[in-house]
């Protein structure tokens, strides 16, 4: 990554510093359908999200925000499938265990390594500065095939809801990955968690 310095993450780590770069052409860019996900009650938060907000604390204020959804554009989602790449391309996968010296441990990826929760925050991170509304893009926890836990980015559009995930490069509609949908954040409050669907069990966690 650009740089090691924890300090600078958060201004440096963005869209110019991982080489996001736009093509102002975007004829031939095909904005698919998705549908929005089912959402149940409030239910736990994940221990990563909490303690990534004891050492982030000003990016996990309990400000209430009105529901937005992204507006999406041709230009939106070709930024949407460059951020969701690149990101994938410039940080190098690596479990908690081996990094962190921790089952699960959430955190920017500023020595250019992570897991799927890594990748998700960073991709939220570049997003926002590149003016997307905070309240729709949504840290969200679900199982994979294997019935194994796994984080990704969730995009509410006004095309329905989108998965940025580390595993592919693609941005693709919810409804058309492998994954069972656990939990996401509240569009109105990031410190709230609501369930997806009927009430599941938490996934036994292996990052990817």
């Known amino acids: 990554m650009c740089v090691a310095r924890r300090f600078l993450t958060v201004l440096v780590l963005g869209a110019a510093c991982l080489g996001v770069t736009f093509s102002a052409a ?3 860019v095909r904005v698919p359908d998705s549908t929005f996900s089912p959402l149940g009650p409030e239910t736990s938060i994940p221990f990563g999200w909490v303690d990534f907000c004891q050492r982030y604390a000003n990016e996990c204020d309990e400000a209430a925000a009105a529901p937005e959804a992204i ?5 939106a989602f070709r930024k949407l499938q460059s951020v969701n790449a690149t990101v994938n391309g410039k940080i190098t996968p ?13 955190d920017y990826p500023v020595d250019g390594k992570g897991d799927c929760e890594d990748y998700a925050l960073m991709k939220r991170r570049v997003l ?3 003016g997307f509304p905070r309240a729709a893009l949504l840290m969200a ?7 194994d836990g796994h984080s990704v980015l ?8 989108f998965v940025l995930d580390n595993l592919a490069d693609e941005v693709k509609p919810w409804s058309r990955t492998p994954y069972r949908f656990v939990k996401r954040q509240s569009q109105e409050n990031q410190n709230i968690w609501v369930s997806i669907g009927a009430p599941t069990a938490a996934p036994m966690y292996v990052a990817k």
């Open 128 to 130: 926002m500065e590149l």
């Open 71 to 75: 507006e999406l554009t041709p230009a």
């Open 26 to 28: 975007n004829a031939g």
């Open 141 to 147: 926890v679900v199982k994979d095939e294997h019935g």
């Open 94 to 106: 690596v479990t908690d265990a081996e990094h962190a010296g921790a089952p699960d441990a959430w």
């Open 154 to 161: 969730m995009a509410r559009t006004s095309h329905g809801d």
